[in-house]
T-cell receptor
Framework: DAGVIQSPRHEVTEMGQEVTLRCKPISGHNSLFWYRQTMMRGLELLIYFNNNVPIDDSGMPEDRFSAKMPNASFSTLKIQPSEPRDSAVYFC?????????????FGPGTRLLVL | AQTVTQSQPEMSVQEAETVTLSCTYDTSESDYYLFWYKQPPSRQMILVIRQEAYKQQNATENRFSVNFQKAAKSFSLKISDSQLGDAAMYFCAYIGTGNQFYFGTGTSLTVIP
């Protein structure tokens, strides 16, 4: 199994530009999570999906952030417009079920730098 | 609300020695899971070990073991025979019935040759 796949691995962009982060969960996993990690705030859950449906987006910092999961094998996290404070490592994770019995498997992360 | 606290921002250990990383959590739930994740400089999160709250036996994975004290809400990670490859940031995490992970702020482990 290839594990959770994220792309790009690194992204450098200028303030005001749109940024799209992509995630392919492990095949067969029903839940998908987006996290953001910064030195100041640690690891934060932004949003998660169960069976392609957004369940909890309370962690999304503001309207500039949006996430979609059009099918079971693909999700995007979009930031428009991007700001320097969005610079962070963004992780995607997936799990096999919708209960708390399932371990989350993390992707390698996307390191975002907004200049 | 659930919280996870790692009170040791940094720890160091001599190679081949044993080190224990601390984690405490606060919850009113009785059914939950606890995890330790390792994050090396590559930033990829790696699952180290997990513990089901209903199990009294402490989880063990090779050189990694936990001391789970449910009443005290404590979940420490012991690394035996430390290796240079163990150097990383270690995150303690909690997940309850809401299916949301709560992470501690991490403990940076340095292994001294």
């Amino acid at each position: 199994d290839a594990g959770v796949i994220q792309s790009p691995r690194h992204e450098v962009t200028e303030m005001g530009q749109e940024v799209t982060l992509r995630c392919k969960p492990i095949s067969g996993h029903n839940s998908l999570f987006w996290y953001r990690q910064t030195m100041m705030r640690g690891l934060e859950l932004l949003i998660y999906f169960n069976n392609n449906v957004p369940i909890d987006d309370s962690g999304m910092p503001e309207d500039r952030f949006s996430a979609k999961m059009p099918n079971a094998s693909f999700s995007t996290l979009k930031i428009q417009p991007s700001e320097p404070r969005d610079s962070a490592v963004y992780f995607c994770a997936s799990s096999t079920g919708t209960s708390n019995q399932e371990t989350q498997y993390f992707g390698p992360g996307t390191r975002l730098l907004v200049l | 609300a659930q919280t996870v606290t790692q009170s040791q921002p940094e720890m160091s250990v001599q190679e081949a020695e044993t080190v224990t990383l601390s984690c405490t959590y606060d919850t009113s739930e009785s059914d939950y899971y606890l995890f330790w994740y390792k994050q090396p400089p590559s930033r990829q999160m790696i699952l180290v070990i997990r513990q089901e709250a209903y199990k009294q036996q402490n989880a063990t994975e090779n050189r990694f073991s936990v001391n789970f004290q449910k009443a005290a809400k404590s979940f420490s990670l012991k690394i035996s025979d430390s290796q240079l490859g163990d150097a990383a940031m270690y995150f303690c995490a909690y997940i309850g019935t809401g299916n949301q992970f709560y992470f501690g702020t991490g403990t940076s482990l340095t292994v001294i040759p």
